[in-house]
């Protein structure tokens, strides 16, 4: 209910409620300023209608109650009508309650205006409102804390309060405004004298006297916070977040790791508060202190007050003294590192917020004091950048950049140092203290030797300074201290935990480090050794790097890291083993999210297997998590691991060589350059060994190894293998693979026919990645046909699913196809937005390598929207890039070609054009990639029209209409020729015949 203000009803969660017009509204008034208690039906309608009730009152006001009810709760008892509502919930008897316990500010805040605004015409409203509006004053003139606005505007509407005119002339004398401040006695005085014939009061003409002395001149406020030395960077948002819960409750507790800069915090949101303007805020500092009696001794000496009375009565009257310093106004304590005194600083907190009640108490700590009243706020890592491009505005970047620039002067953030800025900040989790320290290092490192070194941390951060508490001047002690303060137990899972670089879930845990551990690891967390995050609703448990490096330490110190690591590693074996197969059905995207919660801790237990030599359970670790790479497009992880596993050699069962072999070979493979004769023999001994029926990612490799080794008898067989299999996956499997051969045959018919086979079985099965491939395909050879809004629609349903899986490279793939088909219909505004998209989503996954791929999809795209100039510019950066990627590898060189050529045909360079279509045609020709071949033919076919050839133009596309066995009619390029010259009549030549033509028309020798 609130009266102080206009009359308002509202729900639990602030919600107004309407009560109806304004003689309901002061009925509930009227009740609500004797909640929960009978008024008599007399007394209401005195209160109501005053001299002049109605002819039927009585009936009149059950009509006002009974409309009343729809909202409120009002019953009829012996003594009158009762509303039904507590006194807290009304908001004059909060107002009253929060007055007498010294709660000014809260008090205040309850008004939203004038009392009782809108139901003053009632009867019993103007005296209560007045005395309301009295009790208000004297809440603000007990303060004594509005400025001089506030202040002259009260005195304005209360002229003769001379307790208001004396708090707004000491606020004018503080402001050195002292003629104001008599200027506003004189006033007052002859008011007095004229309304009242009365002078002022004795407490007014001391004011007076003091202003004329000067007494009352600004003077300079105590600042009793720890000296402030360096700039405050990186925590904005928290400062705001932790004033707005002082402005609300009365123990406010900074939670967090060591180094996470909870004192630092803690000490600019003191700085800020309103309380330290006035000399009202106090800062203890409790590092220091080892036994609990001494913490009250502690903060007497944070109020330059010492206390040497007798020993047994020491802590009670500490504790009096205390709160009479802090009871003498409105008072901000700073309890700064509770930690080791956790108990002793909960007690003492308590016991003061009972005996202060306008006190508020701001702490600091490892764990939370756990006492009634408490508001946590966590603070963590400050922001880092996870692949962003633009790093400068992440917090630990800014930190980083401000210490190093103070003891590096023009050390900043460029090109050169970009990469390292962020390694460090990444690696020392974004912790404050961690960052000062390296940046402390910049007085004799490079920023390089700095990042080449983290993974000594302990002995790399030891440059703090000189001036700071012990534990804060290394990284080795900032932890320590954390330690230090654990249970045996707790060490005990604490270093345990170490093995987990990803950290785990509570099941994880509870196999490797130590069963039945909840409430072990519920106390890490509450200790800040341990963070928590959620997901899909499910917590998680981690260490940041710096602890976990720490745990590492006391876990190689210790006689059971043989046994936990051996736990860890076969843990993670069974899980991936458990998964493996569920990547390849409808629960594929559960599968992936185990996967990438897990992703660090399967690298870290193969890396481990494969350094021990560990055959068995490394060669178990990658079958089961090779395919996850792959539908991910973690290519270069995925070859690295292999590589790794594989040279393992003759330890390694033949069916895992010949598989993992077979697999490094297909990700390696270029159509006409893989070798046929190992691609033949891998194959074989897959077969042999039974690794087709043990993985049945084989069902998809071994075709196309031997289709792209060109050995295609071999590829049909394998077909027909894989279709031939009890698992459905590898049956649709098949289905993609016969697309490929067919198409290179030259059967699009056929080949369209393979495609919707296995795009219809791979979604039976609910298997995205399949899908999402075979979407692609099916897009490019629609689009083929000439209908571009077909192939739109197609690659859109494969990037929805390609997003959906969250594959980086076919994300970006699918995106940049319907970019250049957007271009290719003509609509350029809407390629140039999926360019945009594709670039926003590199940038945010950090990928080089992709970027690299989409400026040429870009280049291509402008050329078709006529911007030569700027497809030349994103030509020259393709090629600069290009060569230094492992993912373009022999296309590369083509690429370039094919771009060049473009460019030279729009600058009217024909002959150059010609050229470099000829290295393109050379190039894939000797691949004997089919489709490719006929891209770069209808582009030899564009240059050979530029040139004013028309005969040779018709003969190059009827080469291109049989190397694919029909024009790309999508390209407008080649329609627009087929438009003028007509289409060429079908060859009867065979393959390998028309790829000889078109090298002599390429200029090419045989």
Excluded at 173 to 178: I, S, Y
Excluded at 327 to 344: R, T
Excluded at 929 to 937: K, Q, S, W
Excluded at 939 to 955: E, S
Aim: net charge negative.
């Amino acid at each position: 209910m609130v009266l102080l203000g206009p009359t308002t009803v509202e729900t639990e969660d602030g919600t107004p409620v309407d009560i109806g017009g304004a003689r309901v509204r002061m009925l509930v008034a009227r009740l609500a300023l004797d909640p929960g208690r009978p008024v008599p039906t007399t007394t209401l309608i005195d209160d109501l209608w005053g001299e002049q009730p109605p002819a039927d009152a009585v009936n009149a006001l059950q009509s006002l109650v009974s409309r009343l009810r729809k909202v409120c709760p009002v019953a009829l008892e012996p003594g009158g009508y009762r509303l039904g509502v507590a006194t807290e919930d009304v908001d004059v008897f909060r107002f009253e309650r929060l007055r007498a316990a010294g709660r000014l500010d809260e008090a205040l805040a309850l008004w939203r205006g004038d009392a009782l605004a809108d139901v003053r015409e009632a009867p019993f409203a103007a005296p209560t409102a007045a005395r309301l509006e009295e009790a208000r004053l004297s809440v603000e003139e007990d303060r004594g804390e509005l400025d001089v606005a506030a202040l002259t505007a009260l005195h304005e509407k209360h002229p003769l309060r001379e307790r208001l005119a004396g708090l707004l002339m000491r606020a004018l004398c503080a402001q050195g405004r002292q003629s104001d401040a008599l200027r506003v006695y004189a006033e007052v005085r002859g008011r007095l004298a004229d309304e009242l014939g009365v002078d002022p009061s004795q407490e007014l003409q001391d004011v007076h006297l003091a202003a004329l002395r000067g007494e009352l001149g600004p003077r300079a406020v105590a600042d009793r916070l720890p000296v402030r030395l360096t700039s405050f960077v990186g925590r904005e948002a928290e400062v705001a977040e932790i004033s707005g819960l002082l402005g609300q409750v009365r123990l406010v507790t900074l939670v967090g790791p060591g180094g996470a800069g909870k004192t630092r915090l803690a000490t600019e949101v003191a700085a800020r508060h309103p309380l330290h303007a006035k000399g009202r805020v106090w800062f203890a500092a409790l590092a220091g202190i080892r036994a609990a009696e001494d913490l009250a001794g502690a903060v007497l000496s944070a109020f330059e007050v010492t206390f040497a009375g007798d020993p047994r009565r020491r802590a009670s009257e500490g504790m009096n003294r205390i709160a009479e310093v802090l009871g003498a106004g409105e008072s901000l304590l700073v309890l700064d590192n509770c930690e080791h005194l956790i108990g002793a600083a909960a007690e003492f907190t308590t016991e003061l917020l009972r005996r202060v009640p306008n006190l508020r108490v701001l702490a600091t700590s490892r764990e939370p004091l756990a006492i009634d009243g408490e508001s946590l706020c966590p603070i963590g890592p400050l922001a880092v950048p996870d692949g962003q491009a633009d790093v400068s505005g992440f917090g630990a970047v800014r930190l980083f950049l401000d210490r190093a620039s103070a003891v590096k002067p023009g050390f900043r953030l460029d090109e050169s140092t970009v990469d390292d800025v962020r390694l460090i900040c990444r690696r020392l989790d974004g912790m404050p203290l961690a960052l000062e320290l390296a940046a402390a290092r910049l007085r004799s490192m490079t920023v390089r030797q700095i990042t080449q070194r983290l993974d000594d941390r302990f002995r790399l951060l030891t440059s703090g300074s000189r001036t700071a508490l012990p534990r804060q001047r290394t990284l080795r002690a900032v932890v320590e201290w954390s330690w230090d303060l654990l249970t045996d137990e707790e060490l005990r899972l604490a270093r345990r935990l170490a093995v987990f670089p990803a950290g785990a879930d509570l099941a994880a845990i509870e196999a490797v480090c130590l069963p039945d551990s909840f409430y072990v690891l519920t106390s890490l967390v509450e200790k800040s050794i341990v963070d928590v995050v959620e997901l899909d609703g499910e917590p998680r448990y981690r260490m940041l790097e710096t602890i976990r490096v720490c745990a590492d330490e006391q876990l190689n110190a210790s006689v059971e890291k043989r046994e936990v690591v051996g736990r860890f590693r076969h843990y993670y074996r069974e899980l991936t083993e458990r998964w493996e197969p569920l990547t390849r059905t409808a629960r594929q995207l559960e599968a992936i999210d185990v996967y990438e919660a897990e992703q660090d801790n399967v690298v870290a237990a193969l890396r481990g297997a494969i350094d021990d030599r560990e055959v068995e359970l490394a060669a178990d670790l990658l079958g089961a998590t090779f395919w996850y790479w792959l539908v991910k497009g973690d290519n270069e992880r995925a070859e690295m691991s292999v590589r790794d596993v594989l040279a393992l050699g003759d330890l390694l069962p033949p069916d895992r060589f010949a598989t993992f072999r077979a697999m490094q070979l297909i990700m390696a493979a270029v159509p006409g350059v893989t070798d046929a004769v190992e691609a033949a023999a891998v194959i074989d001994r897959c077969v042999d060994s039974g690794a087709v029926q043990k993985y049945p990612s084989l069902a998809i490799a071994l075709p196309m190894l031997a289709f792209l080794s060109q050995n295609f008898e071999l590829a049909r067989r394998e077909v027909r293998r894989a279709a031939a299999s009890e698992d459905p996956w590898a049956r649709a499997g098949a289905e993609w693979a016969l697309s490929f051969m067919l198409v290179d045959e030259g059967d699009l018919d056929g080949a369209e026919r393979a495609r919707d086979r296995a795009y219809d079985q791979f979604t039976a099965i609910g298997d995205r990645w399949g899908s999402a491939m075979t979407l692609g395909m099916k897009a490019a050879f629609v689009s083929h046909t000439g209908d571009n809004q077909a192939a739109i629609d197609l690659y859109e349903r494969g990037l929805a699913v390609a997003t959906e899986l969250r594959s980086q490279d076919d994300a970006v793939q699918q995106r940049w196809r319907l970019a250049v088909e957007y271009a290719r219909m003509g609509d350029h505004t809407a390629a140039a937005r999926e360019v945009a998209a594709a670039e926003e989503f590199v940038r945010g996954v950090g990928n080089d390598q992709l970027s690299t791929m989409l400026d040429y999809a870009k280049a291509e795209v402008e050329l078709r929207a006529g911007r030569v100039e700027q497809a030349r510019a994103l030509s020259t950066k393709f090629k600069q890039r290009a060569t230094t990627s492992s993912v373009l590898g022999s296309f590369i060189t083509e690429w370039v070609a094919m771009l060049d050529a473009r460019i030279a045909i729009a600058d009217g360079r024909f002959d150059d054009a010609a050229a470099f279509a000829g290295v393109a045609i050379r190039t894939t020709s000797e691949r004997g990639d089919m489709p490719d071949l006929a891209m770069v033919a209808e582009l030899l076919a564009l240059v050979r029209h530029a040139q004013g050839d028309a005969d040779a133009t018709v003969r190059v596309l009827a080469l291109a209409q049989l190397i694919r066995g029909r024009l790309d009619m999508g390209d407008p390029d080649v329609r627009r020729l087929v438009a003028e010259l007509g289409e060429p009549e079908r060859l009867t030549i065979t393959k390998a015949e028309a790829l000889q033509r078109i090298r002599e028309e390429a200029g090419l020798s045989s």
